[in-house]
C-alpha cells in the first residue's frame, strides 16, 4: 500500500503565510505527478498545483505568483510554501500522488487525508 501523509497548515490571518508537506511511503516504484488538491465548503475539489517528476509544474491560475511548490524525489516529498494567503484560500488541502508500485504497474492516484488551511479576514 501507498500511505500520504501531510502535516501543516493551520490557522493565518489574510496576508500571511503557511507551509504544507507531504510524504509519501510503501511499496513505491515510480512516483509521476505529485502535488496538492483543495476542496472548500460546498465547492469541488480544484487542483492547486502540481509537479510533475522531471520539475514541470501546473498551477491553478489564483495560485500563481503567491505559492510555490516543491519536490524532492529521493525522498518522495512534496511542499507548498504559501504566501499572501488570501480568505477565499481556506479549504482542506489534499496531497495527491501518481504512483506507479512496481515497474509493470500501471500509476493510480493516492490522496492524503487532508489538512485544513483556514485564512481569516
Known amino acids: 500500500q501507498v500511505q500520504l501523509v501531510e502535516s501543516g497548515g493551520g490557522l493565518v490571518q489574510a496576508g500571511g503565510s503557511l507551509s504544507l508537506s507531504c510524504a509519501a511511503s510503501?511499496?513505491?516504484?515510480?512516483?509521476?505527478?505529485m502535488g496538492w488538491y483543495r476542496q472548500a465548503p460546498g465547492k469541488q475539489r480544484e487542483l492547486v498545483a502540481v509537479?510533475?517528476?522531471?520539475?514541470?509544474?501546473n498551477s491553478a491560475d489564483s495560485v500563481k505568483g503567491r505559492f510555490t511548490i516543491s519536490r524532492d524525489n529521493a525522498k518522495n516529498t512534496v511542499a507548498l510554501q504559501m504566501n499572501s494567503l488570501k480568505p477565499e484560500d481556506t479549504a482542506v488541502y489534499y496531497c495527491?500522488?501518481?504512483?506507479?508500485?512496481?515497474?509493470?504497474?500501471?500509476?493510480?492516484?493516492?490522496w492524503g487525508q487532508g489538512t485544513q488551511v483556514t485564512v481569516s479576514s
Open positions: 510503501g511499496t513505491i516504484f515510480r512516483i509521476n505527478d
Open positions: 495527491a500522488a501518481d504512483v506507479a508500485r512496481t515497474v509493470i504497474t500501471a500509476p493510480r492516484r493516492f
Open positions: 509537479v510533475s517528476s522531471g520539475g514541470r509544474i
